[in-house]
């Protein structure tokens, strides 16, 4: 399941890879042979799968011609696939092949089996040794498209051109195509053989589009006549297209001998495609060397270290921008956590500065309202002061007039004995300390209940009148007000400087929490309120 889902990944991504833009028919083929070849050992385990099949057959065999026939199977399933087990069934059916026409069969097996390990030579002295006047229709077809092979290798292979093997060859296909005419199944390519050798190349490609459209073909046929499409084209888009088409046919028949694949290769190479080209270079020589098929593995050798040193220095040339690219992104990395760094510093630095601001502002806020309140008291208070003082100037005048009168009327004694009097002295204080009850609980309505909030709840202060404060209140409003000094508190209140220690000290004690704290709290109260 994970492969066929890679497939599909390879299919879609791929075209991202390698082309910038796929606009022809063999830039989508090229990836389809693409997801072919990573199902090229699923094709290999049914070709597996067939072959298990026929051996099981050589155990119910029971003459000599179904063994040689059955082995003769085995022997073509593995010619083009492996060829150690198709000289392992080669011998075999040189024990069961005693007659004439199984030797025949032996003999071609055995010149293929020659022709596919690079045995030319033996190949062609095997040829030399059979006698084809005496062969049927049939034999001398499959002899003389066996002899067209061996030469066609050959040529290929020399060292140099040898025009006596072109002659050879074509003298053969000539043989043959006119041995069509009396075939029952006529060997369908050689007259487009023929067609391209003479370069009557549409001719020969309308002929093979032809064959692909009306007959029942195998996909190694398939294959083969892709190939030879391709060789009638001058175009490369459609020499390519042909080629894919003929590589996919090989891997669908699981053939290991086989051109296509690395010509495309060769092609993808010149055009720049060095991965693609490699990959399939690579493939090419791998299965020419498992499957022991030495007929192409010399010509790929050749080709293959080129195409190899170039992968490999593109590789490292690869290898040394993602090594430039690494060391860029690393320096960067580096700039960046520096960067971030420096943010975080900065901040936790302005988080700092927000804190301090917050604390500042929330001090501000409390001065504010602290000069609010204190500028409210002193508005309060110098009212007051001047509605008394010009409450006094008016009582020193009425009293300045009784003290006259009485001079007047009566005698100097009456006088003095109203000036020994502290009647008026003592109604004017109480009346002050009222008036500064009022004053002061105006300002603020709470004091009684908050100051008692700070002391323990059986030492608690309660006025005997609503609106008026009793002596230890009337000390601790004054210090609500700022005034602190105890001299001043006494001489305000009309008390010894002992008698107001006292009365500090006893609320000190009566205090909730620490006792050094305490007046302080007092400073305090009605400040949140306001």
Known sequence: MAKYILICFLIIIIPFNTFAKSNTKSDSLVYLLDSYLLQKSEYDKAKEADIKEIKSQL????????????????????????????FLYLK???????????????????????????????????????????LNYNQKSEYLDLSIRVYSA?????????????????????????LN?????????????????????????????????????TSHQKAIIHHLVAKTWNDNEQIKENLILSSIYDIKASIKEYISLWQL?????????????????????????????????????????????????????????????????????????????ILYRHTIKLKLIRKELKKRNEHLKELNISLIDSSLIKEEYIGKYME??????????????????????????????????????????????????????????????????????????????????DTELR?????????TDSDKIARFLGYSLSTIYNYRTKARNKYLGKRDDFEEKVKEIGIKQT
């Open 154 to 178: 050959l040529m290929y292979n020399s060292a140099f051109e040898d025009i006596s093997y072109q002659s050879v060859i074509k003298s053969k296909r000539e043989e043959l195509l006119y």
């Open 265 to 341: 290769a060769e092609i993808l190479f010149e055009e720049g495609d060095i991965d693609r080209s490699y990959r399939y270079m690579k493939t090419s020589l791998q299965d020419a060397s498992t499957s022991n098929i030495r007929l192409r593995a010399n010509t790929i050798s050749n080709i293959y270290p080129l195409i190899e040193s170039t992968y490999q220095a593109k590789v490292e040339k690869q290898q040394k921008q993602i090594f430039s690219a690494l060391i860029i992104i690393s320096f960067l990395l580096i700039i960046l956590l520096f960067l971030f760094w």
């Open 388 to 469: 008394q003082s010009l409450l006094y100037l008016e009582k020193i005048e009425q009293y300045r007039r009784m003290i006259r009168k009485k001079i007047e009327k009566s005698t100097k004694g009456e006088v003095l004995q109203e000036l020994k009097s502290t009647n008026i002295v003592d109604e004017e204080l109480a009346s002050f300390l009222q008036e500064f009850d009022k004053t002061f609980l105006s300002l603020f309505p709470d004091f009684v209940d908050e100051y008692n909030s700070l002391l323990i709840p059986e030492e608690r202060s309660t006025p005997k009148n609503k609106g008026e404060l």
């Open 59 to 86: 155990n119910s065999s029971l003459n000599k011609i179904e063994l040689f026939n059955t082995c003769n199977k085995l022997f073509n399933e593995y010619l083009y696939y492996n060829m150690d087990s198709a």
């Open 475 to 483: 000390v601790y409003a004054l210090i609500r007000l700022g005034i």
């Open 181 to 217: 005419d009396f075939l029952e199944e006529p060997n369908i390519f050689v007259y487009p053989d023929l067609l391209i050798e003479n370069k009557e190349f549409d001719k020969a490609r309308l002929y093979l589009e032809n064959i692909l459209k009306t007959k029942q073909l």
């Open 92 to 134: 075999k059916q040189d024990e069961y092949g005693d007659d004439a026409y199984l030797k025949f069969q032996f003999n071609l097996n055995k010149i293929s089996a020659f022709l596919q390990v690079g045995m030319y030579f033996e190949a062609v002295e095997l040829i030399n040794t059979i006698d084809y006047e005496n």
